[in-house]
């Protein structure tokens, strides 16, 4: 199985910080990559597909990027409706994985 | 908009089937793919399985000798079940519609498939005990 480690495994930040995220594969998953945000006691919500486009919907403060092994979700200016557990998911190759998340939290 | 609506009992006992539907309505279920995800308490997502509008299917070799996921158009439903059960199968259960996109790959001279998840449900606690 691939598998995708995130980084950090938590931070914490204040309203309008820029905050990054980073998910690195084991191996090249080529811009097979998703983003998605989950709040306690809710569904994940998806962000981003195919390691950069926006779901309809999303504001554009978030954006992604990454190729190969090394992706990197990012909040230009954070929000507080975007204190959450962010996860990357991989769908290069079956079985479909996720890395196990991380929290941003408030500082 | 499609909504996506688990049910099923929260309770199994170990050595017996989970059973879940996940009903789609404001949507057909005959063009998309369809997917289960778990989450046990406290922990990340895991990926079980999902099955086509053709009726193909894609496991989690984690689970695979004791999965099945069907679909019913005729309802608009489509179903997981998992079978000899343990404690380590208790988890939320959340159903999702999956997007098939296609992208051509210049240098291979062909088209590859990505897949990602849109919409879910909003899942349902299934727990483990006797």
Redesign the interface.
């Given at each position: 199985?691939i598998q995708m480690t995130q980084s950090p495994s938590s931070l914490s930040a204040s309203v309008g910080d820029r905050v990054t995220i980073t998910c690195r594969a084991s191996q090249s998953i080529?811009?097979?990559l998703?983003w998605?945000q989950q709040k306690p006691g809710?569904?994940?919500?998806?962000l981003i597909?195919?390691s950069s486009s926006l779901?309809s919907g999303v504001p554009s403060r978030f954006s992604g990027s990454g190729s190969g092994t090394d992706f990197t979700l990012t909040i230009s200016s954070l929000q507080p409706d975007d204190f959450a557990t962010y996860?990357c998911?991989q769908?290069y190759i079956?079985?479909?994985?996720?890395?196990?998340?991380t929290t941003v939290e408030v500082k | 908009q499609v909504q996506l609506q688990e049910s099923g009992p929260g309770l199994v006992k170990p050595s017996e089937t989970l059973s879940l539907t996940c009903s789609v309505s404001d949507g057909s279920i005959d063009t998309y793919y369809w997917t289960w995800i778990r989450q046990p308490p406290g922990k990340?997502?895991?990926?079980i399985g999902y099955i086509s509008y053709t009726g193909s299917t894609?496991?989690?070799?984690?689970v695979k000798s004791r999965v099945t996921i069907s679909v019913d158009t005729s309802k608009n439903q489509f179903s997981l079940r998992l079978s000899s059960v343990t404690a380590a199968d208790t988890a939320v259960y959340?159903c999702?519609r999956v997007?098939r996109?296609k992208?051509y790959n210049a240098p291979t001279s062909g088209f590859?498939y990505?897949?990602?998840?849109?919409v879910?449900?909003?899942?349902t606690t299934v727990t483990v005990s006797s």
């Open positions: 199985d080529s811009t097979y998703n998605y809710n569904a994940p919500k998806l597909y195919f779901q996860y998911q769908n079956s079985p479909w994985t996720f890395g196990r998340g | 990340g997502l895991e990926w894609n496991y989690n070799p984690s959340y999702a997007v996109g992208e590859y990505y897949y990602y998840m849109d879910w449900g909003k899942g």
